[in-house]
């Protein structure tokens, strides 16, 4: 399967825990987003990268949060000091160029 | 607030009938998306316009995009079950933001 894959699939940590996720994205995308999804809403962007360059990041993301992309292959999302509104879908999508991101299957994480 | 607004926010038919999906906003885009999402999935890429007044069709699927390049359309034609699920547009100029999204649920 050459497609992006994100792990694990599902996370439940304990509040205050720090947590990483990992995302492979396809082979020679050379842009990667992250973006926080949670019931009845749509994507809401996190960050993105242009091959290992973080070229934005939202507003919206404390300082718990860090993303990178080290050579410009995969890319891992870190939450530290986990909070119960940290739980939500996170998704990261490729894409070949500007436009037409392609999404894994995501990772759930629930805080308790 | 939102920066893409999509319309309506769920709609419910019945198999066979026509709807019509929007979003809008009030910026200019290099280009749209539209995905289809399912539960506990990510959003799969339907189709992408680029040209102001673009209109695309897939199979039962027409998509326009506005000459102004703030809004889009979905149309769906004879609409059946597996056409159930969440819509989403996607606007990119640098980076990429979502709307929302229309859930849509067709009864048999």
């Known amino acids: 399967d050459t497609g992006v894959s994100q792990d694990p699939r599902h996370k439940i940590t304990k509040r205050g825990q720090n947590v990483t996720f990992r995302c492979d994205p396809i082979s020679e995308h050379n842009r990667l987003y992250w973006y926080r999804q949670t019931l009845g809403q749509g994507p809401e962007f996190l960050t993105y990268f242009q091959n290992e360059a973080q070229l934005e990041k939202s507003r919206l993301l404390s300082d718990r949060f860090s993303a990178e992309r080290p050579k410009g292959s995969f890319s891992t999302l870190e939450i530290q000091r986990t909070e119960q509104g940290d739980s939500a879908m996170y998704l990261c999508?490729?894409?070949?160029?500007?436009?037409?991101?392609?999404f894994g299957q995501g990772t759930r994480l629930t805080v308790v | 607030t939102q920066l893409l607004e999509q319309s309506p926010q769920f709609l419910s038919i019945q198999e066979g009938e026509n709807l019509t999906v929007y979003c809008n906003s009030s910026s200019v885009f290099s280009s749209l998306q539209w995905y289809r999402q399912e539960p506990g999935e990510g959003p799969v890429l339907l189709v992408t316009?680029?040209?102001?007044?673009e209109v695309k069709k897939l199979k039962r699927l027409t998509f326009q995009f506005g000459d102004a390049r703030k809004d889009s359309s979905l149309h769906i034609t004879a609409a059946q079950p597996g056409d159930t699920g969440l819509y989403l547009c996607?606007?990119?100029?640098?980076?990429?933001?979502f709307g929302a999204g229309t859930r849509l649920t067709v009864k048999p």
């Open positions: 996607a606007g990119e100029n640098n980076d990429m933001r």
């Open positions: 316009v680029v040209t102001g007044g």
């Open positions: 999508a490729s894409s070949p160029h500007r436009a037409e991101a392609f």
